[in-house]
């Protein structure tokens, strides 16, 4: 594996966002390498840079009006969720014709935890949300490293698999311990991590709030405020269900996924790939990382799960172009069609349906189905 991994295709899409909009908003998991590529974008162009971790930047922008409107070029605010007030202040300055700046905020929190994000800077602001490496950045034929160890870098390049587990054990930490508290929530790191640790047990299930919540002797309302944290902060994905009326009684609840499968198997202890394939999860775990390197190669606006009660589910399905696509996702060597495969075909008429598994080869089963390897996941999108 190469010590460093090219993101040129998040980099072309900073650049162009950054030419036509005043404020562009790179948000992702801490870690991910959000100021990297900002000082990558920087390289050549007039920049300033503030980070809100720096108590010397916190103070500079303590007047911020005053401070960034003399300011040209590309003006770069990491970690922006430290100082939500800014984003009135940019508001007001990206709204003046002498404005000369242009602004890059960072962020490791998602729009709906920085309160009023949306609505202070509307129509002034473009959002990119920059993932963990994918399979087209590490090379598809490393996909086994990077199901095991997960897409955080320094955790998919690290020199053993003993030094990738050391690294997410630290990072769960500083997240619980830090990261956490400086959302504003006052949850200690030891009931936070309890939940998280359940949540990988659950990964892949659909949500039961009294259920969870019986079990840490927490109300519903609390779980809830749990999980919409983790969700913002980019580290769980509720997938939303797809509701139709054909008269069956449908799953309502989102389906949860951690959506890095390194983090989840951190939190459960499993530190290699043997240890992945011993664990009773194997399956819920391969189906979560099918699912986001699917999300980063088709990238919908958006996407959903479909179930019945007691009766045909379907992991993914989205939308192009007006057609209807589903994806499902099998642990096994050799996939077939199942009935349940066939009841969602027909009560959702998809367009087409691929199965998603880990072998070699990419060939169909039907016209409308096609059992496709994880290393050819590029031609779904």
């Known amino acids: 594996m190469a010590n460093m991994i090219d993101r040129t295709h998040y980099l072309e899409r900073l650049t162009t966002a950054i030419g036509r909009s005043p404020i562009t908003a790179l948000l992702g998991p801490r870690q991910v390498g959000k100021t990297t590529l900002a000082r990558l974008l920087a390289q050549g162009r007039p920049t300033t840079f503030f980070d809100l971790e720096s108590q010397p930047d916190l103070r500079r922008l303590q007047n911020p009006e005053m401070v960034l409107s003399s300011l040209e070029g590309v003006v770069v605010i990491d970690e922006i969720q430290l100082l939500p007030s800014l984003f009135a202040a940019l508001r007001v300055l990206v709204d003046r014709p002498q404005n000369r700046a242009r602004f890059l905020i960072l962020g490791s929190a998602s729009p709906t935890i920085i309160k009023n994000v949306s609505e202070t800077l509307a129509g002034r602001v473009e959002f990119i949300e920059m993932a963990p490496f994918g399979l087209s950045e590490v ?8 199901w095991v160890r997960g897409g955080f870098p320094r955790a998919f390049l690290a020199e053993s698999d003993e030094d990738s587990a050391a690294w997410r054990e630290g990072f769960i930490r500083t997240f619980l311990e830090r990261d956490v508290p400086q959302l504003g929530v006052a949850i200690p790191a030891t009931a936070m991590r309890r939940f998280w640790t359940m949540l990988a047990h659950y990964h892949g299930q659909t949500w039961n709030a009294s259920e969870l919540g019986q079990s840490m002797g927490l109300s519903d309302k609390t779980v809830r405020s749990y999980l919409d944290l983790l969700t913002g902060a980019f580290m769980v994905r509720q997938l939303q269900p797809w509701h139709i009326n054909i008269g069956k009684r449908q799953v309502r609840a989102p389906k949860i996924y951690l959506r890095d499968t390194g983090l989840l198997h951190g939190l459960l202890s499993l530190p290699d790939w043997s240890s992945v394939l011993g664990h009773p999860r194997v399956g819920a775990s391969w189906e979560g990382f099918a699912i986001e390197q699917a999300l980063q190669v088709i990238q919908p606006n958006d996407a959903y799960f479909w179930a019945v009660h ?14 209807r ?8 060597e050799a996939p077939d069609t199942t009935r349940s495969m066939q009841v969602a075909m027909q009560d959702l008429a998809l367009d087409h349906l691929w199965i998603v598994y880990p072998g070699q080869h990419t060939y169909p089963i039907h016209e409308k189905i096609t059992v496709c390897s994880i290393a050819d996941l590029s031609s779904i999108g």
């Open 139 to 146: 090379g598809v034929e490393h996909w086994r490293a990077l």
């Open 310 to 323: 007691n009766g045909a589910e379907l992991d993914l399905l989205f939308f192009r172009r007006g057609r």
């Open 325 to 332: 696509y589903g994806i499902e996702v099998k642990f096994s």
